[in-house]
């Protein structure tokens, strides 16, 4: 867990992306590795680098997710012991990916696996939900 | 505070990073869940930890951590070691525990980190 997104972290450092867009999409790809390495036997995780955007796709044929309200719950988790040993699996991962995200759409088919793209704005102040309040 | 007033106030040997050693830090988190320490918003920070894994070290890196001290005299495997090295992560080890290490930072004026609010719970 986080060999993938410390890789992809150096990728995008060497190809000049914003530093705040590396940070934010090391800290997806690392909850999305890790829940890949938690609940699948592997997946695919794909980086794609625009002018405007980065994207992450993660794509598994693990289980699934059973009730996708759930997993957006801080503090909701079905991972295994040794995941909580590692320090992983507290339930925090989807909202932490999702708050990072400007766009984050996760499709998910019991027994079928799941997927997930996730979206970081390079240029100017996208983000959604982060409501623009007074001077902003 | 830089990272060899930390070492100092803290006890810590250096595994790794001597050379880094004049790095500033004015934060610190101490935690041993890694998913707590990726819903920090800030950079720069001390992470101080009970893990010696390889995946601390490398939320430490993803997260822009300036470096790692690890608790209650744990000492990380080679590979783990060579990895923060390569990362360029310093890694400093004390034999005290979480609280009195972050006790005794807070008391040098390091601060906590901000975390990434999960809930309305506890205010």
Same mark, same amino acid.
């Given at each position: 867990?986080?060999?993938?997104?410390?890789?992809?972290?150096?990728?995008?450092?060497?190809?000049?992306?914003?530093?705040?867009?590396?940070?934010?999409?090391?800290?997806?790809?690392?909850?999305?590795?890790?829940?890949?390495?938690?609940?699948?036997?592997?997946?695919?995780?794909?980086?794609? %680098?625009?002018?405007?955007?980065?994207?992450?796709?993660?794509?598994?044929?693990?289980?699934?997710?059973?009730?996708?309200?759930?997993?957006?719950?801080?503090?909701?988790?079905?991972?295994?012991?040794?995941?909580?040993?590692?320090?992983?699996?507290?339930?925090?991962?989807?909202?932490?990916?999702?708050?990072?995200?400007?766009?984050?759409?996760?499709?998910?088919?019991?027994?079928?696996?799941?997927?997930?793209?996730?979206? %970081?704005?390079?240029?100017?102040?996208?983000?959604?939900?982060?409501?623009?309040?007074?001077?902003? | 505070?830089?990272?060899?007033?930390?070492?100092?106030?803290?006890?810590?040997?250096?595994?790794?990073?001597?050379?880094?050693?004049?790095?500033?830090?004015?934060?610190?988190?101490?935690?041993?869940?890694?998913?707590?320490?990726?819903?920090? %918003?800030?950079?720069?920070?001390?992470?101080?930890?009970?893990?010696?894994?390889?995946?601390?070290?490398?939320?430490?890196?993803?997260?822009?951590?300036?470096?790692?001290?690890?608790?209650?005299?744990?000492?990380?495997?080679?590979?783990?070691?060579?990895?923060?090295?390569?990362?360029?992560?310093?890694?400093?080890?004390?034999?005290?525990?979480?609280?009195?290490?972050?006790?005794?930072?807070?008391?040098?004026?390091?601060?906590?980190?901000?975390?990434?609010?999960?809930?309305?719970?506890?205010?």
């Amino acid at each position: 867990m986080g060999a993938v997104s410390t890789q992809i972290r150096r990728i995008l450092r060497e190809l000049g992306v914003e530093p705040e867009v590396v940070r934010r999409v090391g800290i997806i790809c690392f909850e999305g590795e890790t829940n890949i390495a938690i609940f699948t036997k592997g997946g695919r995780i794909t980086l794609m %680098v625009w002018d405007d955007r980065v994207e992450l796709f993660f794509a598994d044929n693990g289980p699934g997710i059973e009730d996708l309200e759930l997993v957006r719950r801080p503090g909701y988790s079905t991972a295994p012991d040794w995941a909580r040993e590692l320090g992983f699996g507290a339930g925090m991962g989807i909202p932490n990916m999702e708050k990072n995200a400007d766009t984050f759409v996760l499709r998910s088919r019991p027994g079928k696996g799941t997927a997930i793209r996730a979206t %970081v704005w390079r240029k100017g102040n996208e983000r959604q939900g982060s409501s623009a309040g007074p001077g902003a | 505070m830089k990272l060899r007033e930390v070492a100092e106030v803290t006890q810590a040997e250096v595994l790794t990073g001597r050379e880094l050693l004049e790095r500033e830090v004015d934060k610190g988190c101490g935690a041993d869940l890694l998913s707590d320490v990726l819903s920090v %918003v800030e950079e720069n920070f001390l992470l101080v930890t009970g893990m010696v894994t390889l995946q601390a070290v490398r939320v430490a890196e993803v997260m822009n951590a300036a470096a790692v001290l690890i608790v209650r005299g744990k000492r990380p495997l080679e590979p783990v070691i060579a990895y923060a090295e390569e990362a360029g992560i310093p890694l400093l080890a004390t034999q005290k525990g979480m609280f009195e290490t972050c006790g005794l930072l807070y008391s040098r004026g390091l601060r906590p980190t901000r975390f990434r609010r999960v809930s309305e719970y506890a205010g």
